[in-house]
């Protein structure tokens, strides 16, 4: 590989041309290495073509193509009205946009609880229609054998403990989980469980930091935390509340690192005034053809 010069917002450097420089894929492998090595991981939602391609060429470990995509860009109140069909939409742009990112895609509400045989469809067509390289599915003991039956077929699994959103009725709200001493050991033994079932990933929701410390600590495989500190091996975060589009509140855990919202407004503001002053579009963004032409036409 070169010796690449690193570019603002390109964590994997480029090359002297100024071309993101690629580097080797990652694998669900590669994440158990990195938990191995101590290595964070990074994993950020991404819905669509344009956005996946600049997380991956940012250097972002893995794109999910979250069910959060109901709230975040199809304008739902919760992750449970999402089908399999929008989730299958989504992925195929992300997947012919990642180069390196691993592409993983979540199996929405009810394409994986009612039995194995649907899951092992659900999860059949993610992969081969939709170009995903893993799911994701959310619970504990309830979708164990499920995971086992998934992962010897060939599809890796993620799991999802903690605040689980797709079942927010039963849970009674977006909060915090584990904080008593009976729900803690439930998810400890809900993540062992899951992981001896075969799951590659473990993602934590919305559960204390000790905790999650602790499940990382006891289970091989790598956690990867959203609201749930710092001693997870990795932290993912929805895109759109990274980048501050989101158009209801974020939860008190997400970080906005920009705030695009007002950056578009800002533009399309700006595009609407020069529309109605005459100031767009200039020469500059016109076409011309030759005078004698021109005169033909009268
Ligand atoms: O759907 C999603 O985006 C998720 C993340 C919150 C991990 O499951």
């Given at each position: 590989?070169?010796?690449?010069?690193?570019?603002?917002?390109?964590?994997?450097?480029?090359?002297?041309?100024?071309?993101?420089?690629?580097?080797?894929?990652?694998?669900?492998?590669?994440?158990?290495?990195?938990?191995?090595?101590?290595?964070?991981?990074?994993?950020?939602?991404?819905?669509?073509?344009?956005?996946?391609?600049?997380?991956?060429?940012?250097?972002?470990?893995?794109?999910?193509?979250?069910?959060?995509?109901?709230?975040?860009?199809?304008?739902?109140?919760?992750?449970?009205?999402?089908?399999?069909?929008?989730?299958?939409h989504h992925t195929r742009p992300v997947a012919r946009a990642?180069?390196?990112?691993?592409?993983?895609?979540?199996?929405?509400?009810?394409?994986?609880?009612?039995?194995?045989?649907?899951?092992?469809?659900?999860?059949?067509?993610?992969?081969?229609?939709?170009?995903?390289?893993?799911?994701?599915?959310?619970?504990?003991?309830?979708?164990?054998?499920?995971?086992?039956?998934?992962?010897?077929?060939?599809?890796?699994?993620?799991?999802?403990?903690?605040?689980?959103?797709?079942?927010?009725?039963?849970?009674?709200?977006?909060?915090?989980?584990?904080?008593?001493?009976?729900?803690?050991?439930?998810?400890?033994?809900?993540?062992?469980?899951?992981?001896?079932?075969?799951?590659?990933?473990?993602?934590?929701?919305?559960?204390?930091?000790?905790?999650?410390?602790?499940?990382?600590?006891?289970?091989?495989?790598?956690?990867?935390?959203?609201?749930?500190?710092?001693?997870?091996?990795?932290?993912?975060?929805?895109?759109?509340?990274?980048?501050?589009?989101?158009?209801?509140?974020?939860?008190?855990?997400?970080?906005?690192?920009?705030?695009?919202?007002?950056?578009?407004?800002?533009?399309?503001?700006?595009?609407?005034?020069?529309?109605?002053?005459?100031?767009?579009?200039?020469?500059?963004?016109?076409?011309?053809?030759?005078?004698?032409?021109?005169?033909k036409l009268d």
């Open positions: 590989m070169s010796t690449a010069g690193s570019s603002p917002g390109s964590r994997l450097g480029t090359d002297p041309a100024g071309v993101p420089v690629q580097a080797a894929p990652v694998t669900v492998r590669t994440l158990q290495r990195m938990k191995r090595e101590g290595r964070p991981i990074t994993m950020l939602t991404a819905y669509d073509y344009p956005t996946a391609r600049l997380l991956d060429q940012a250097g972002v470990d893995v794109l999910l193509v979250g069910d959060s995509l109901g709230m975040t860009v199809l304008g739902y109140e919760s992750t449970v009205p999402v089908t399999l069909d929008d989730i299958l990642a180069r390196r990112a691993l592409v993983v895609a979540d199996l929405p509400f009810l394409t994986y609880q009612v039995s194995v045989e649907d899951a092992l469809r659900s999860a059949g067509r993610l992969l081969a229609e939709g170009g995903a390289q893993a799911v994701k599915l959310e619970g504990g003991a309830a979708v164990v054998d499920t995971v086992r039956r998934l992962v010897e077929a060939g599809i890796p699994v993620m799991g999802h403990l903690g605040l689980t959103p797709q079942s927010v009725h039963a849970l009674g709200g977006y909060r915090v989980q584990g904080r008593t001493e009976a729900a803690a050991r439930q998810l400890l033994e809900d993540a062992q469980r899951l992981a001896e079932a075969g799951a590659f990933a473990l993602v934590l929701e919305m559960v204390p930091r000790q905790l999650a410390r602790r499940v990382t600590e006891a289970v091989p495989i790598p956690t990867i935390g959203i609201g749930a500190g710092p001693d997870c091996d990795g932290q993912v975060l929805i895109l759109h509340d990274l980048l501050g589009l989101y158009a209801g509140k974020s939860p008190k855990f997400a970080k906005q690192y920009v705030d695009l919202s007002a950056a578009i407004r800002d533009a399309v503001g700006r595009f609407i005034d020069e529309v109605r002053t005459g100031a767009f579009p200039t020469d500059e963004h016109s076409f011309s053809m030759d005078d004698d032409v021109v005169e």
